[in-house]
């Protein structure tokens, strides 16, 4: 399947990002079809998102922030089309001037790692998804299938809201309204968090193929033969191996700037929402040990360091991958070259010795040891709000 932007043709199928594809689409996130349909569907989905909000608010509980977390994540993503489009177009451009048919195994090697990723995510996030939004009528479901002399007692919504109405008598209507947004936030999340991942599998490969372009230049059989036609090879072989290296730089960074409020966001939202279930939990298992309300807040939890510790695994990938590029540079046989491409490679090794990371607007740097820290310090404001309620 193919689309068409900027006189450039987007491949869908050679990207593998068909699933991708039909998830932005059913949120109206697909940057190549903007009709006024799509612009319908987009307002008429951040009008259930904000009415949403709205009757949490009216109740002045502001314990439950994961309407705040779906409407700063639904703002993020609408701002984000225009950049998701360019970022595609940057893929596509970049997987157009392969003609390696190693290159080309390796750009296919970690499509399919983010083929197999999105798949599982959407997996695991309709599963979960399917199952929270089944909780609050699951009294009435079993009174259908398994009924009783007196009806089994109603579950409390998953979000406090006050609509200003009688909720027994529109108990249907309330849920329905709560599920479609939750529904719609959680989509787009993981619609725009799945091509995020799709973005930083392809300058994974991008960074590999340049390390396989250091190994090209420099190969035993092209040592062995020492002529200048042979140091001319070499010397084209490793621009080529930075010019990737630079796309790879330039694409990363790209795809870090455009997502960086969203994270931001995500990080903020994230750690206090953990914080504020810790403590839930706390009080919970302390007092009244409600076991479906301590699953409930177990599972947000969860969800909250999931997506924390994914994140951070991505931007660590990216920052290793990175560093194997330079050890590819140092483990060549870069000693025996001619003295003219000792000093190019000398050059890059020096470029080696300043780490490239995923840095979020210079407030926070992505890694496993960023995922420790958010953990660290979720738990610390745990702590703070239970010494202060003692």
């Not at 529904?183 to 300058?203: D, E, K, R, S």
């Not at 076991?291 to 807040?297: G, N, W």
């Amino acid at each position: 399947m193919h689309v068409y932007a900027r006189g450039e043709m987007i491949c869908i199928n050679s990207l593998h990002i068909g699933l991708n594809r039909f998830l932005l689409l059913t949120f109206g996130l697909w940057p190549y079809q903007q009709s006024k349909l799509v612009q319908f569907q987009l307002v008429l989905f951040l009008s259930i998102l904000a009415t949403f909000i709205l009757f949490q608010l009216t109740t002045f509980l502001t314990s439950q922030c994961t309407p705040d977390l779906l409407i700063n994540v639904l703002s993020s993503a609408l701002f984000f089309i225009t950049f998701i489009k360019c970022l595609l177009e940057q893929l596509q451009h970049i997987r157009n001037e392969l003609t390696d048919k190693n290159e080309i195994n390796i750009m296919k090697e970690y499509a399919s790692d983010a083929k197999r990723y999105t798949a599982i995510f959407t997996l695991c996030v309709i599963l979960l998804a399917f199952a929270l939004l089944l909780y609050p009528i699951w009294p009435r479901i079993f009174d259908i299938l398994l009924p009783m002399n007196e009806t089994r007692p109603h579950i409390s919504p998953l979000f406090v809201t006050e609509y200003f109405v009688d909720q027994e008598k529109y108990f249907y209507l309330i849920i329905l309204h709560a599920n479609t947004a939750f529904t719609i936030g959680v989509g787009v999340m993981l619609a725009t968090g799945t091509m995020f991942i799709v973005y930083i599998q392809y300058a994974c490969g991008m960074f590999r193929i340049a390390s396989y372009r250091v190994k090209q230049a420099i190969t035993i059989e092209i040592l062995q033969k020492n002529s200048l036609k042979n140091e001319n090879l070499i010397y084209k072989g490793l621009v080529y191996a930075v010019d990737m290296h630079r796309k790879a730089i330039k694409f990363s960074e790209s795809t870090i700037s455009r997502f960086k409020v969203m994270f931001f966001l995500l990080i903020v939202v994230g750690v206090i929402c953990a914080s504020l279930n810790f403590f839930r939990i706390f009080q919970v298992a302390s007092l009244s040990c409600d076991v479906k309300e301590l699953s409930l807040r177990l599972i947000f939890v969860i969800i909250h360091f999931c997506y924390m510790f994914v994140g951070n695994y991505l931007a660590q990938e990216i920052t290793n991958h990175n560093n194997d590029v330079f050890a590819t540079v140092y483990n060549v046989q870069w000693y025996v070259t001619p003295l003219q491409i000792q000093k190019m490679i000398l050059f890059l090794l020096q470029r080696g010795t300043k780490a490239f990371t995923m840095n979020i607007a210079g407030l926070f740097v992505g890694s496993l040891e960023g995922a420790a820290t958010l953990l660290s310090t979720a738990v610390s404001y745990f702590t703070i709000l239970h010494s202060t309620q003692n």
